[in-house]
């Protein structure tokens, strides 16, 4: 096995390098094919992640072997803001697009977030921005009809995107 060293230089603002955990002999992806995971519950720890490009879905899977989409994520979200305090995700993510993912050590992050109180209020933003879709999603799918919800979901990500400048024509 390889010890923990870098495996993979940084090819980009939105890559950076990729270090190894010091069990497998791979590198870590950053890269995922539509319909890939990027990060669930049973692989144990997940880092820390920023979606740098494609889009992909955070899914909690049911008892009865189903799965219940909870959020999409676009370029520029966080995996989870969670994953900042956790080390083991408490839902799956999949790509829906192609994905560029970049992930962060945790303990770097967080202690760069110590630090830099303008960081720490990015992340507090994410994560009420989280909660507040997630508290959406709760009224939408026990109060809203099924057309209802598709049209939130649309419009909630035509909204996103246009905040992103990612929105085309009118």
């Known amino acids: 096995p390889k ?3 870098v495996c993979r230089a940084a090819a980009g603002i939105c890559d950076g390098e990729e270090s190894c955990d010091g069990v497998g002999n791979d ?3 950053n890269r995922y094919a539509s319909g890939e995971t990027a990060c669930r519950p049973s692989l144990g720890v997940c880092d820390p992640a920023e979606f740098c490009s494609g889009w992909a879905a955070t899914i909690v899977m049911l008892s009865d072997g189903s799965r219940q989409i909870i959020s999409v994520l676009l ?3 966080m995996m989870s803001t969670a994953l900042l305090v956790e080390s083991k995700p408490n839902c799956q993510v999949d790509a829906i697009t192609g994905v560029n993912v970049l992930f962060f050590n945790r303990l770097d992050l967080q202690a760069l ?3 830099n109180p303008t960081l720490f209020d990015v992340f507090l933003k994410t994560w ?3 909660k507040t879709r997630a508290e959406q999603l709760i009224v939408d799918l026990g109060r809203r009809t099924a057309d209802e919800r598709i049209a939130r979901l ?3 990500l035509a ?4 905040k992103r400048d ?3 024509g009118e």
């Open 27 to 29: 590198c870590p992806a």
């Open 3 to 5: 010890k923990a060293a």
């Open 154 to 156: 649309i419009l909630g």
């Open 159 to 162: 909204e996103r995107l246009s």
């Open 128 to 130: 009420v921005e989280e």
């Open 113 to 115: 977030v110590q630090k």
């Open 166 to 168: 990612m929105a085309r």
């Open 75 to 77: 370029p520029g979200d």
